[in-house]
C-alpha cells in the first residue's frame, strides 16, 4: 500500500482552497469608510473651504461687527432727525421764546452739542503679570485686574453729583436713558462694544468734578487696587471741549404681555 497522501488519480501537487482572509475585508471597509467621508465633506461644504478659521466667524468678530454697524446706524439716525427737526422749525411757526424753551429743553436731554469745560477720568486695566506692590495684601486673582461695571458707574454717579453738565463715555453722550454695562472686560453701551482703557468726560465745574470724584467711596476702593495692583486711573482737565449730542434712538423698548 503506498503511503502517499494523494488520492488515486489526483495530481502529486494538489491546488489547495484559498483561505478565508479577513484582511481583504477591512481594506474594503476602511476605503468605503473614507468614501462616506469624503461624500459628507463635499455635501457640508457645498463649494467653500470648510478648512480655514477665515470661514468661521468668531463671536468676538461678530459683535464687534454688530458694535460698527450699530455705530453706522446711529450716525444716520442722527443725520435724519436733524433733518426732520430742520422741516419741523421751518413750518412750525413757533414764537421765539417758545424756540429757546425748546432748545433749553433739548440740552438737559443731551440731544445737542454741549460746550464748556471739562474733566476727563481714564480708567485702564492692570498689567496681566501684576503682583502686589504693598505688604500685607494677597497676590493678584485675575478678578482684581479688570475694570468692571461697577468701576465705571461710579465715575459716571460721581461726575452727576458734581455738577455735571452733560457726560460722555468714549464717543457717545449718555442721556437719562443710557446704561452702562459691562460683559467680561468689555463695555457695552446702547448697541456698541469697546474695549479699555475707557474714558469718560464731564462738562462742569473741574474742581467741583474733581473734589466729588475723590470723595465718592466707590472710588477710594478703586484706588486701593490702583495703589496695591496697579489698575489704571487717571484724572485730566481738559479745558473747553464739546461733547456730541445724543444721536441715537430716544424711544423706549419694553416687554410687552402676550395676548
Given at each position: ?24 475585508i477591512l481594506t474594503a ?172 468726560t464731564a462738562v462742569g ?55
Amino acid at each position: 500500500m503506498s503511503n502517499s497522501a494523494d488520492s488515486p488519480g489526483t495530481e502529486s501537487s494538489p491546488v489547495r482552497r484559498r483561505g478565508f482572509r479577513p484582511v481583504r475585508i477591512l481594506t474594503a471597509g476602511v476605503f468605503a469608510l473614507a468614501g462616506l467621508i469624503f461624500f459628507t465633506s463635499f455635501n457640508t461644504a457645498k463649494g467653500t473651504n470648510i478648512r480655514t478659521d477665515d470661514s468661521l466667524l468668531k463671536l468676538s468678530d461678530l459683535i464687534h461687527e454688530r458694535s460698527r454697524k450699530n455705530g453706522e446706524l446711529e450716525e444716520s439716525n442722527g443725520a435724519l432727525r436733524g433733518d426732520v427737526e430742520s422741516l419741523a422749525e421751518r413750518d412750525a411757526g413757533r414764537s421765539a421764546a417758545e424756540d429757546d424753551e425748546l432748545a433749553g429743553l433739548e440740552r438737559r436731554a443731551g440731544t445737542q452739542e454741549l460746550k464748556g469745560e471739562a474733566v476727563t477720568v481714564t480708567l485702564d486695566d492692570a498689567p496681566p503679570d501684576a503682583t502686589a506692590k504693598l505688604p500685607g495684601y494677597p497676590e493678584p486673582e485675575p478678578d482684581y485686574l479688570v475694570i468692571h461695571q461697577q468701576d465705571l458707574q461710579a465715575v459716571v454717579n460721581a461726575m452727576w453729583q458734581g455738577g455735571a453738565e452733560g457726560i460722555k463715555v468714549m464717543d457717545q453722550r449718555l442721556i437719562s436713558t443710557s446704561a452702562v454695562r459691562c460683559v467680561g472686560n468689555t463695555l457695552i453701551l446702547q448697541g456698541r462694544v469697546y474695549s479699555p482703557p475707557y474714558k469718560i468726560t464731564a462738562v462742569g465745574d473741574p474742581e467741583k468734578l474733581k473734589n466729588t470724584l475723590a470723595a465718592s467711596p466707590s472710588i477710594q476702593n478703586y484706588m486701593v487696587y490702583v495703589n496695591v495692583y496697579g489698575l489704571g486711573w487717571k484724572v485730566e482737565d481738559d479745558g473747553p471741549v464739546t461733547l456730541p449730542g445724543y444721536s441715537g434712538t430716544v424711544d423706549l423698548h419694553y416687554a410687552k404681555p402676550v395676548e
